[in-house]
Every structure is written in C-alpha cells, then in structure tokens.
C-alpha cells in the first residue's frame, strides 16, 4: 500500500503545522461560505482546504501518549489529504500536559478559525479546556479521554475514546473469572480526573462482583516511589492489586511490586495502554491485565491496513493512542464529507450523526451523549507484547 504525502511537513519542539495557512476570517470558520461544497461523501468537493486543531502533550508528564497521538495524526493526514475533494491543513500544538498552556492552545485555535479541535490528550485538561471550544461553538473530538463528564461540558464535545465505565468493568469481571479473585487492594492517584474516574468505576465494578476491597491506598500522579504503599498492600495478601495510575507511575509500581516479591495480578485501567509499560518494566510487566478500546490483533480490513501503513512509515507497531488519533481525524472527515462543509455547526451535526463507521477501532458510532460505542478488549501482558485474553 502506498500513500502520497502532498503536504509540507515542518516540525519544531512545540507545533507541527501541514499544508496550507491559518484562517483570516476573525475565527468565523469559513465565514464567507468557502468552506461549503458540493456533492457529498466521496464526491464531495470543498475548495478551501480545512483547518483542524490538535492539542497534544507533547512535553510534561503525558508526553509518552502524546508522540503517538501525533503520529496516527501524521499518517490520518497523509491518507486523507491522498483522497479527491478536501484537503485537509492540520495543525498540531503541545498543551504540555498543562491545563493553562491547553487554554491558550484552544483559544488560539478557536481565533484563528479552526474548523475543529482534536485533543487535548489527558482528561485533567480536557476538563480546563473544552470550555473555551464549546463557547466558541468549536467541535472538539477527545481521542483519549475518558474521564465520566468530558462531554457532559457541552453539545460541541464529542470523543472517539471508549470510557472507563465502558471498558473497566469488563476488565474486572474477566481478571475475576480467570484467577478467582475474592479479595484485591485498590490502588489510585487521587489528584488526577482520569485516574480518579477510573478508581471509581473500579470500585463500584468490584462491587458488582462480590469482590472484597482490602484496603484503597491513594498516590499522587507525580509519585515514583510505591515501597511502603506496596509494603502495606502486600500484608493484606491480597489475590490481586487493582490499579488507576498514568503510565510514569504504572511502570515504577509495576517494577516495585514485582521486586518485593507481590506476585499477584495486577490489574491496570487505560493509562497502562501504553507499549512503554512493556519497554521499562521489562519481566516485571507479565500477567498484567488491562481492558483497552482496541488490540492489533483485529483482524479487520480497515485495522489491517492500518497497522501495515503505520509499520511502513514509523518503523513500529502502533498503540491505541495512535489508533484513536488516527481515528479521530478520519471521523472529522467522515462529519465534513456527510454534509460537504467544513464549517464548525455542520461538522457538529456530522458527528451526530456517525453510525457504524468502519474504523481501525471497529464499527464506530457517537451516540446521543456524544461518546463513542465500538468493541473493546481485555488484554494481558504476555511474551512482552499486549494479548487478548482467552
């Protein structure tokens, strides 16, 4: 399979900017109608090439997360702006995994008439950002948040990310079948919204399997050090210990348990999603369970030529951060394409009206909440690689 890059592609620390300018329109997007064309789907033509916003950490403590996201955002480009009728102008900006430097990023986007806004990548700042977005009536697609609230902000917020509530209790309810849990240690950073949506639904999933919760020990996301906490755990002798940590501090705990001698299951939601895990934590990460929004082993038409693309142009496997970024621009597409315009209302009522798109995540839909409903999987760290679990 090849593609045709025919953007310019200029990289420094902070942007990525392909093809074509900024709008001049005051931040009206396309305001004098050039963003409005003809035909539709495939057949549709818009003149103007299209601008889409993307706030990505691309420094500070989620920038693991973020370098993928801007690769599955560099391919998305490639593939769409190789297609007939619209081409696409996206500029990628770093939030640097804080929430006053993604308001800014989102203020400029919204200014310079940003057809819409992809990001940013942790829910935190989503949180602190998407406001500014859903006053200016700018679409946003969150592709890797998935904190409970994220689109209760607004009718203009939308994402592509499967939800904790969607993914962990099914994660639960497999690591219990499969070791015959009765008794875990909870574990969670609680000054983080992602990490503490995710103790939450694990919590209440725990619940719903009958399972006793030992003990419930709290981090901070900036933590590195789990000895004593892992100390505590392990005299509970607990038959798992059921993690919500971003992936700087999954891979210290995962590494230290394993080194104390914790041998138990440990069971990690989304912000282990990350092929790091496996990188840093080496042997230490083996029987690890995580539930995910996607696995490479689809055998999917659209995920196959995915992750042949993607292997082609960046030399490795992709994650489900990339996944999900790849994803979310060609859902954009999709929007603009229903309705041929690239202006932000219509792109708006695209999205709603996104039902069983064939992606890379599978079939796709927004539902009335506006989050997106597709398969998810229940994977476990084996022969240092992400498998689904049997």
Not at 45 to 74: C, D, F, N, R
Not at 119 to 124: D, E, I
Not at 184 to 202: H, I, K, L, P
Not at 340 to 363: F, M, N, W
Request: glycine share 10%; aromatic share 6%; hydrophobic share 40%.
């Amino acid at each position: 399979m090849r593609y045709l890059l025919r953007s310019a592609v200029i990289l420094s620390a902070s942007a990525l900017v392909l093809s074509g300018c900024a709008s001049d329109d005051g931040g009206e997007s396309g305001g004098d109608g050039s963003l409005t064309g003809s035909g539709s789907g495939d057949s549709c033509v818009i003149e103007a090439p299209v601008t889409v916003g993307a706030a990505l950490s691309l420094t500070g403590g989620a920038a693991s997360y973020g370098e993928s996201q801007q690769k599955g955002l560099e391919l998305a480009l490639e593939h769409l702006n190789d297609k007939d009728g619209v081409t696409y102008d996206l500029k990628v900006e770093d939030d640097g995994t804080d929430p006053r430097q993604a308001i800014g990023v989102f203020e400029t986007f919204a200014a310079d008439g940003a057809s819409a806004i992809i990001g940013p990548t942790l829910s935190n700042t989503a949180f602190q950002a998407q406001p500014v977005a859903q006053d200016a009536g700018v679409p946003v697609l969150a592709i890797s948040n998935t904190a409970t609230g994220i689109t209760e902000q607004g009718d203009f917020i939308f994402r592509d990310s499967l939800t904790e509530a969607q993914v962990i209790p099914q994660t639960i309810q497999a690591a219990v079948e499969a070791n015959d849990l009765e008794k875990v240690v909870v574990m969670y950073s609680n000054d983080d919204a992602f990490t503490e949506s995710g103790y939450e639904v694990m919590a209440s999933s725990l619940e719903e399997e009958g399972i006793e919760v030992l003990d419930t020990l709290t981090f901070s996301v900036s933590d590195t050090d789990f000895r004593s906490l892992l100390t505590a755990a392990k005299s509970l002798d607990p038959d798992a210990i059921v993690v919500s940590a971003l992936i700087e501090a999954a891979i210290p705990l995962v590494t230290q348990a394993r080194e104390l001698g914790l041998d138990q299951p440990i069971i990690g939601g989304n912000g282990f999603n990350n092929p790091q895990l496996m990188a840093d934590a080496g042997d230490a990460a083996e029987g690890v369970i995580v539930g995910a929004a996607w696995n490479s082993a689809s055998d999917s038409p659209e995920n196959a030529d995915f992750l042949t693309a993607y292997e082609e142009k960046f030399g490795s496997a992709p994650d489900q951060f990339a996944t999900q970024a790849y994803t979310g621009l060609m859902i954009i597409d999709h929007a603009v394409r229903s309705g041929c315009s690239a202006e932000r209302t219509d792109i708006q009522t695209g999205l709603t009206e996104v039902k069983d798109l064939a992606t890379p995540l599978g079939s796709l839909t927004i539902n009335a909440d506006r989050d997106a409903e597709h398969p998810a999987v229940v994977q476990i760290v084996k022969d240092g690689a992400f498998t689904v679990m049997p």
